[in-house]
Nanobody, 123 residues
Framework: QVQLVESGGGLVQAGGSLRLSCAPS????????MGWFRQAPGKEREFVAA????????TYADSVKDRFTISRDNAMNTAYLQMNSLKPEDTAVYYC????????????????WGQGTQVTVSS
């Protein structure tokens, strides 16, 4: 069983940046495809970004394209979501997910999920 732990959330003003991190406990996930999702209050969880295990293929939701960047450092066993030009509508709990095909991850059917980290963007 892989447990994912997110960190890096917080409060930031609109236009600012944050970098989220995701690391598994107890296992390396260098060969896992992985992704990021978010859920705002009163809304359904939505896909944000995904990356193959090698980082060779990445995909983004239209709402974050050109502002967010997904990356991973397999040597450090950590994945990241760099978020720039943040907007109030980016406010949500952000979740890391891993395992399964890249399509499964995009569809929200990843094998493993973290507990989430809160990101709040003030206007």
């Amino acid at each position: 069983q892989v447990q994912l732990v997110e960190s890096g959330g917080g409060l930031v003003q609109a236009g600012g940046s944050l970098r989220l991190s995701c690391a598994p406990s107890g296992r390396t996930f260098s060969n896992y495809n992985m992704g990021w999702f978010r859920q705002a209050p009163g809304k359904e969880r939505e896909f944000v970004a995904a990356s193959t295990w090698s980082g060779g293929r990445k995909t983004y939701a239209d709402s974050v394209k050109d502002r967010f960047t997904i990356s991973r450092d397999n040597a450090m066993n950590t994945a990241y979501l760099q978020m720039n030009s943040l907007k109030p509508e980016d406010t949500a709990v952000y979740y890391c997910a891993a395992g399964g095909s890249i399509s499964m991850i995009v569809e929200g059917k990843a094998n493993y999920w973290g507990q989430g980290t809160q990101v709040t963007v003030s206007s």
